[in-house]
């Protein structure tokens, strides 16, 4: 849980800080909004994603699972500004070892939550499903644009950095990559 009253406490100096008045009509609410944002948006802080994988299906399935443009939104940690993008990840399952697809999305999710890093978040989703699944491989691919390249400093809007995260039969495979960006991009 974050602690809503020190947020609001220094949203306030913020606004103070810029010259504004914290009083008038329409930023008097907005310390308080903001407290409760955050509390949602670095609301993965205080989980530990890797447990969404706890429930597993004992499926005889061996071959790629892949779920791709899963809508990713995190906090850059440099500026505390968004950066929004879609994620890919695919895994090749031990048999016995199958999650549901929406609980791949729910471990981004837990680790979204948090002021991050673009290559970080990719790697720390990668690394779970392999301690949370054991599978044969897994490779996690973070396509995002990032607003503190494209609402300042450098300005380029419409630029998207990518990241991946192979682990596994995709680290060691090439073909087994190919399949997969294959797939991503069909
Ligand atoms: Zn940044």
Do not use: W
Request: with cysteine; charged share 25%; glycine share 8%.
């Amino acid at each position: 849980m974050v602690d809503t009253e020190k947020i609001e406490t220094a949203v306030k100096m913020i606004l103070e800080a810029i010259g504004e008045d914290p009083d008038r009509e329409g930023l008097r609410e907005t310390p308080a909004r903001v407290a409760r944002m955050y509390g949602e948006i670095f609301s993965g802080l205080g989980e530990e994603p890797q447990n969404h994988l706890l429930k597993m299906f004992s499926e005889e399935h061996d071959e790629m699972v892949l779920v791709k443009d899963i809508p990713v939104y995190s906090v850059c940690e440099h500026h505390l500004l968004p950066f929004y993008g879609v994620a890919h990840i695919a895994y090749i399952p031990k048999t016995g070892n199958v999650t549901g697809l929406s609980k791949l999305a729910r471990v981004m999710e837990g680790f979204a939550r948090r002021p991050q890093l673009q290559e970080r978040l990719t790697s720390q989703i990668a690394d779970a499903i392999v301690k949370g699944l054991s599978p044969h491989g897994v490779m996690v691919i973070i396509e995002a644009e990032h607003m503190c390249l494209t609402m300042r400093g450098i300005r380029k809007p419409g630029s998207r950095a990518v990241t991946s995260a192979v682990r596994g039969v995709f680290e060691r495979s090439e073909a087994t990559r190919a399949e997969a960006l294959a797939l991503i991009k069909s």
